[in-house]
C-alpha cells in the first residue's frame, strides 16, 4: 500500500495568517492527490482532486501544487472556519490512502 | 443535491455482527464506486472497504478481511456493510462515501457510530 505522511501534524495560526501543509507519498502517485477538511464532529468535506483543481464551491484561498510525491495545500489567508483538520489522499491506487491529518488551531 | 445516510450503527459485544446500511440519493447510484471509511476515537482515515458501481470489484485491507462484507443493491440506491466478528478496535465512525477504485470519495454521509465493548 502507499504510505501518506504529512506535515505538520498540527499547526497553530491566526486570522489573515498564510498556511501550508505538506504531504509526501511512498511512491510516484502522478496527481492523484486529494485535500479533505474536516470539521469536529462532522464528516469530512471533499476540497480538491489531482492535486491542484478545486472542487466546486471550495473558496478560491485554497490552493494546491505538486506532482509524483511531494504536494502541497496552501490556505492564503486564513478564516476562522478554516480551523479544523485537513487530510491528503492518494486516489492512485486501490486501496486509497490517507495521510495522518493536519490540524490547524487558532493562535 | 447528493445525499448519503448511514444507520444500523450501535454498540455490540465483542465477537458480534452487525449490519451498516447507506441509502444513496440525487446521482445515478450504480454508476459509480461505493467505499466505507471509518474514522477511531481521535484518529484519522481509514479505508475499510470499496465496490464497484457493478458490484464486481471489491477491496478490503487485511484488517477486516474474512470478517467484513460490503454489497450493494442498485435497484434500492444502497449501499451495505455487514461487520462479524467484531472487535474492541473496530470501535470507530463508520462513514459511507461516494468514490473509490481510482474516483475521489466525493461526498459523505453524517456516519454511525460503532462501538465494541462488553
Known amino acids: 500500500d502507499i504510505q501518506m505522511t504529512q506535515s505538520p501534524s498540527s499547526l497553530s495560526a491566526s486570522v489573515g495568517d498564510r498556511v501550508i501543509i505538506t504531504c509526501r507519498a511512498s511512491?510516484?502517485?502522478?496527481?492523484?492527490l486529494n485535500w479533505y477538511q474536516q470539521r469536529p464532529g462532522k464528516a469530512p468535506k471533499f476540497l480538491m482532486f489531482?492535486?491542484?483543481s478545486l472542487q466546486s464551491g471550495v473558496p478560491s484561498r485554497f490552493s494546491g501544487s505538486g506532482s509524483g510525491t511531494d504536494f502541497s495545500l496552501t490556505i492564503s489567508s486564513l478564516q476562522p472556519e478554516d480551523f479544523a483538520t485537513y487530510y491528503c489522499?492518494?486516489?492512485?491506487?486501490?486501496?486509497?490512502?490517507f495521510g495522518q491529518g493536519t490540524k490547524l488551531e487558532i493562535k | 443535491e447528493v445525499q448519503l445516510v448511514e444507520s444500523g450503527g450501535g454498540l455490540v459485544q465483542p465477537g458480534g455482527s452487525l449490519r451498516l446500511s447507506c441509502v444513496a440519493s440525487?446521482?445515478?447510484?450504480?454508476?459509480?464506486?461505493m467505499s466505507w471509511v471509518r474514522q477511531a476515537p481521535g484518529k484519522g482515515l481509514d479505508g475499510v472497504s470499496v465496490?464497484?458501481?457493478?458490484?464486481?470489484?471489491?477491496y478490503y485491507p487485511d484488517s477486516v478481511k474474512g470478517r467484513f462484507t460490503i454489497s450493494r443493491d442498485n435497484s434500492k440506491n444502497t449501499l451495505y456493510l455487514q461487520m462479524n466478528s467484531l472487535r474492541a478496535e473496530d470501535t470507530a465512525v463508520y462513514y459511507c462515501?461516494?468514490?473509490?477504485?481510482?474516483?475521489?470519495?466525493?461526498?459523505w454521509g453524517q456516519g454511525t457510530l460503532v462501538t465494541v465493548s462488553s
Open positions: 462515501a461516494k468514490g473509490g477504485l481510482g474516483s475521489p470519495e466525493d461526498y
Open positions: 440525487g446521482f445515478t447510484f450504480s454508476r459509480y464506486a
Open positions: 465496490i464497484s458501481g457493478s458490484g464486481g470489484t471489491i
Open positions: 511512491q510516484n502517485i502522478s496527481n492523484y
Open positions: 489531482a492535486a491542484s
Open positions: 489522499e492518494q486516489s492512485y491506487s486501490t486501496p486509497h490512502t
